[in-house]
């Protein structure tokens, strides 16, 4: 009988630890949630063939469930077209092919695919600028379930059960869940979590702040000299030629940001934001993505933004069988 209450004991401890491991550590990946661009975040671990989804907790991390997945047949991370290897970065899933949409495009080979998938957008802003090539990187299921034991066993995408890609797809919206694909998952110490948090908002404030006060000196401080680049104005001095012209309107625009999220991997990181913007001449509403990394002095510098129109509003996200109905 003592014998079974030590072991009781020792198993209680070790549940307790375990509980309070899960309570302190939190993956540095995912360093801020909000309701709009990342009210759920899907995580990927290759090394482990897992696939976490995470849900908003008061703008932190809360893992909802786990599912083994298969990924590239090759290891590393995807640079060429053809490679058969799964890109490793911060990604939006931005479409849905059901399974009758997939057998039209593809006919039979379509039956690859399981019930659906959906496309993710490789390469982002960071894989084109580093040279990669290639495409049609999905989540997906498959035809053949067996294929998931294997671990890698695709030509790059991520795939995972049938069954589970009804479920995780309760937890989907489209442009506004983020998936990010890495080797492994580190976990912080909550109190390093906080910081890493904590130093990628201050200087998304500054900029924020910057920009709403045409302080033009702090804004584009904020901004990596040597490695910024804007799709339509180019390198870092055309965008701050033509960001100075801007400043120097007589106009005073009105700039509100909110839902802010903050991913992270150990190249760089991705704020997604919503940006209301309103002067005499422009009133618009959109999401601005800013891809940062950290300079020679580890201080986190712009070297990308895009921007894409949306509504101004957010409505609440409930977990639904939108895309599978039956």
């Not at 975040?41 to 083994?68: C, G, M, Q």
Request: proline share 3%.
């Amino acid at each position: 009988m003592e014998n079974l209450k030590f072991v009781a004991l020792v198993l209680l401890t070790v549940l307790v630890r375990n509980v309070h491991a899960q309570d302190n550590f939190l993956p540095s990946n995912i360093l801020m949630m909000d309701e709009k661009f990342a009210h759920h975040v899907i995580l990927v671990e290759k090394a482990t063939h897992k696939l976490h989804i995470y849900e908003n907790d008061n703008s932190n991390p809360r893992l909802v469930k786990t599912f083994s997945t298969a990924t590239g047949k090759l290891k590393g991370d995807k640079f060429l077209s053809g490679d058969h290897k799964t890109p490793e970065g911060i990604y939006t899933i931005n479409e849905f092919f059901s399974q009758s949409e997939l057998l039209r495009r593809h006919g039979k080979a379509g039956e690859i695919y399981g019930s659906g998938a959906f496309p993710m957008d490789y390469p982002n802003f960071v894989d084109a600028r580093a040279g990669k090539t290639g495409g049609g990187i999905w989540l997906h299921s498959t035809d053949d379930d067996k294929r998931i034991q294997k671990g890698l066993d695709s030509r790059g995408c991520v795939v995972v059960q049938n069954q589970d890609l009804k479920d995780i797809s309760l937890f989907i919206e489209l442009n506004h869940t983020p998936v990010i694909v890495v080797q492994d998952i580190f976990y912080l110490s909550k109190v390093t979590w906080e910081r890493n948090r904590k130093d990628i908002n201050i200087a998304v404030n500054r900029w924020t702040k910057a920009w709403q006060t045409k302080d033009f000196d702090t804004y584009i401080s904020s901004y990596d000299p040597q490695n910024f680049w804007d799709n339509s104005k180019g390198s870092y001095n055309t965008y701050k030629t033509y960001k100075k012209a801007v400043f120097s309107r007589p106009d005073s625009p009105q700039i509100k940001f909110s839902n802010v999220s903050i991913l992270a991997n150990e190249q760089y990181a991705v704020v997604h934001l919503q940006q209301d913007y309103r002067s005499a001449v422009i009133n618009d509403a959109g999401k601005k993505t800013l891809y940062l990394k950290k300079d020679s002095n580890y201080d986190w510098k712009i070297t990308g933004e895009l921007w894409s129109k949306t509504d101004a509003g957010s409505v609440a996200f409930a977990p639904s069988k939108r895309f599978f109905k039956e």
